[in-house]
């Protein structure tokens, strides 16, 4: 995966609480083998609703989430996350995450961004009076700013999770930094055949 240091872009206010995967993407999509193309089903059952926020047009190509508590909740899908960035997503602001939903973000290289209620609502209060707002998160910094308003604002993230996402490393990322190991490894270790288990029959014969 790309690294990330700095996302910034225009942001849209999910006013909801308790998304599950399912709602991000229904399960019908699951049956694709592709990891592309899960923007189209997003959110699907409710962008049929015209009124819906992602299909209005002060919102369109918004890169940031503001979303409500337990964001991402329920089953333990990659594809909610791929859906999300397939569709334009790089980072999701809300009080709180499903604890799987957050670690398959941080392996994709999806902002997770946990501030408090109070906060996540002033903020979607800032982008609701002008969708136009620019909203900054600097992932090295830990903070998230408006810069238009003076508003700035700390969050904690996992040393190893700023450390993934600041070097974009995915698991097979991580496991190539000790590729030299790894290799040293197989060098010094005898390559023996690795028998079968023996099986004994009932006339006393041993088969391998």
């Given amino acids: 995966m790309k690294p990330v240091v700095i996302v910034e872009g225009r942001a849209v206010p999910l006013d ?6 399912d709602q991000i993407i229904p399960s019908d999509w699951l049956k694709r083998v592709e990891r592309t193309g899960f923007g189209r ?19 369109q190509g918004a890169t940031i989430m503001l979303a409500g ?5 329920g089953s333990s899908r990659e594809h909610a996350v791929w859906a999300l960035m397939d569709f334009g997503f790089t980072a999701i602001i809300a009080p709180s995450f499903g604890d799987i939903f957050k670690n398959n973000s941080s392996k994709q290289g999806l902002v997770t961004v946990q501030l408090g209620e109070d906060d996540v609502t002033a903020l979607a209060n800032l982008v609701k ?11 090295a910094a830990q903070t998230v700013e408006v810069p238009e308003h003076h508003w700035q604002r700390n969050f904690d993230i996992a040393p190893m999770t700023r450390e993934r996402l600041m070097n974009g490393w995915d698991d097979i990322g991580l496991t ?11 060098e010094r270790t005898p390559h023996t055949r690795r028998s079968m288990p023996e099986i004994f029959d009932p ?3 041993v088969n391998a």
């Avoid at 909801?16 to 995967?21: A, E, F, G, P």
């Avoid at 190539?176 to 197989?186: C, F, G, Q, S």
């Fill in 16 to 21: 909801r609480s308790d998304v599950d995967t």
């Fill in 41 to 59: 089903g997003l959110f699907s059952e409710w962008r049929d609703d015209s009124n819906f926020v992602l299909n209005q047009a002060e919102y």
């Fill in 69 to 73: 508590p337990r964001f991402g909740t």
């Fill in 129 to 139: 009076a002008d969708p136009s707002t620019l909203v900054v998160i600097d992932v």
């Fill in 176 to 186: 190539l930094r000790h590729a030299n190991e790894i290799t040293v490894y197989e």
């Fill in 203 to 205: 006339r006393g014969h």
